[in-house]
């Protein structure tokens, strides 16, 4: 095997790098994220380099355990307290270096300029609260919308979802109910 096929010398840039023209949306490279634990340090993300061009779509797949979930929350800026990215890490988007972005900044961009699709949405979802509420709430946080266009934007998204009885869907505060198709 090659050092450059070898998991811990990865390359930082993607082969076909030259192949795109402009500067990726989002550069990430030499990704570290450390987690304090009861019992020391867990290394949950090492070397982790990807860049995203505009108008591509990429999937970080991996087994489970293997960081794919904390590589995107880093990115997303949600990682918990006690993570910790390692120094030669960087990470910009549109030029932009978001591990310097402040808890405000980060806000703003998550949901309007950069959104994460959870793996699964039944965990996502608070129980206490019905779906419509938290999607109004998502609007809420990313956009400045009247009370009115907020209902609206909320009933378009029951659209998108197939759900199978939308008033009942929206309404409903548990959550674990089957109440939209698999085919989103």
């Known amino acids: ?9 990865a390359p930082s840039e993607r082969r076909d790098w030259q192949e795109n023209k402009g500067q990726p949306i989002i550069d ?3 990704v570290a994220v450390d987690i304090a634990v009861e019992d020391g340090t867990v ?5 982790v380099s990807f860049q995203l061009y505009r108008g591509e779509t990429i999937a970080i797949v991996g087994e489970s355990g293997s960081g794919k979930s904390v590589t995107a929350r880093t990115v997303m800026g949600l990682l918990p307290k006690r993570a ?4 030669g890490a960087t990470i910009t988007y549109d030029g932009e270096d978001v591990l310097k972005f402040s808890d405000k900044r980060r806000r703003l961009m998550r949901g309007s300029r950069i959104s994460m699709i959870f793996q699964e949405p039944m965990s996502s979802l608070n129980p206490i609260y019905t779906i419509g509420s938290q999607i109004i709430e ?4 990313h956009r400045r ?11 378009s998204f029951s659209g998108r979802f197939r759900f199978q009885n939308p008033k ?3 309404n409903n505060i548990r959550t674990s109910s089957p109440v939209a198709s698999a085919n989103v």
């Open 43 to 47: 290394n949950a993300v090492r070397n």
């Open 28 to 30: 990430a490279r030499n």
């Open 138 to 141: 998502a609007i809420q946080t």
């Open 168 to 170: 009942r869907a929206l």
């Open 1 to 9: 095997m090659t050092d450059e096929l070898r998991h811990d010398t």
């Open 84 to 87: 910790t990215v390692g120094k």
């Open 145 to 155: 919308v009247s009370k009115n266009r907020r209902n609206r934007r909320r009933w």
